[in-house]
């Protein structure tokens, strides 16, 4: 059964804010060499660096991998570079937006479980879709804050 894609775009933080990346990934290295100096040289025990910054890479990796994102008539889904993240409609409560994108969440009014329990979508660089995405939210979803 073939699916009626309603709305598709992507994001890609790193390309679509290039001075922004330039600043983190100095930040990046500023911070590696801290925690090596720290963890290696004072502590000697490396293992505290590569767990560190293992930790700290693993949650920035979705602002350097492009994001897909596509919404039919059965729910959300979210295309990562090796994850697909499905979610029915039905899973929702309410939904709202904020400057970068809009959290879909689980429960019937904003909880701030919402970033483990939701599903955000962020807009893309030139945010085309905006408009037609709150049409398709109100539609399926039907709560805005």
């Given at each position: 059964m073939s699916r009626e894609v309603l709305l598709k775009w992507r994001s890609w933080p790193a390309v679509e804010r290039p001075w922004t990346t330039?600043?983190?990934?100095?930040?990046?290295?500023?911070?590696a060499i801290l925690v090596w100096n720290i963890t290696v040289n004072i502590w000697q025990t490396p293992f505290y660096y590569y767990l560190g910054m293992l930790l700290v890479l693993g949650n920035l990796i979705p602002w350097f991998i492009p994001t897909d994102y596509?919404?039919?008539?059965?729910?959300?889904?979210?295309?990562?570079?090796?994850?697909?993240?499905?979610?029915?409609?039905?899973?929702?409560?309410?939904?709202?937006?904020?400057?970068?994108?809009i959290m879909l969440s689980t429960f019937k009014m904003p909880r701030r479980l919402d970033p483990f329990r939701g599903q955000s979508l962020r807009f893309s660089g030139d945010r085309t879709e905006v408009e037609e995405l709150n049409k398709i939210l109100m539609d399926k979803i039907g709560k805005k804050y």
């Amino acid at each position: 059964m073939s699916r009626e894609v309603l709305l598709k775009w992507r994001s890609w933080p790193a390309v679509e804010r290039p001075w922004t990346t330039v600043i983190l990934v100095i930040f990046l290295i500023i911070v590696a060499i801290l925690v090596w100096n720290i963890t290696v040289n004072i502590w000697q025990t490396p293992f505290y660096y590569y767990l560190g910054m293992l930790l700290v890479l693993g949650n920035l990796i979705p602002w350097f991998i492009p994001t897909d994102y596509e919404l039919d008539h059965q729910g959300v889904r979210v295309r990562y570079l090796f994850i697909t993240v499905n979610r029915r409609w039905e899973d929702f409560g309410c939904y709202y937006q904020d400057k970068r994108g809009i959290m879909l969440s689980t429960f019937k009014m904003p909880r701030r479980l919402d970033p483990f329990r939701g599903q955000s979508l962020r807009f893309s660089g030139d945010r085309t879709e905006v408009e037609e995405l709150n049409k398709i939210l109100m539609d399926k979803i039907g709560k805005k804050y």
